[in-house]
């Protein structure tokens, strides 16, 4: 599979300071049924962003139209514990 140069990316950064959150954190296991990489974003941080009714939760940085980066900064650890490829 080609991929494209990459050259220039402009955009704001969006901080979430947590050490040590897992792949469990990043995409649920739930989620991961794919095989394709694509379609995982919908369920990014999925159980930090949505309350038990599926609805956003306000107070969460990625749920803020004030934060629209596309690069996100997090504590140590990003990823851990976990060999679930998909989700980091």
Known sequence: MAVDKFATLSTTAVTLPIDNF???QIVPARF????ERKGF???LFHDWRYDKSG????DFVLNDPNYPGKILLTGRN???GSS????A
């Open 22 to 24: 897992d792949t469990d």
């Open 55 to 58: 609805r956003p939760k306000a």
């Open 32 to 35: 991961l049924k794919a095989t």
């Open 84 to 87: 679930r490829e998909h989700a």
């Open 41 to 43: 974003g919908d369920h």
């Open 78 to 80: 990003f990823g851990s």
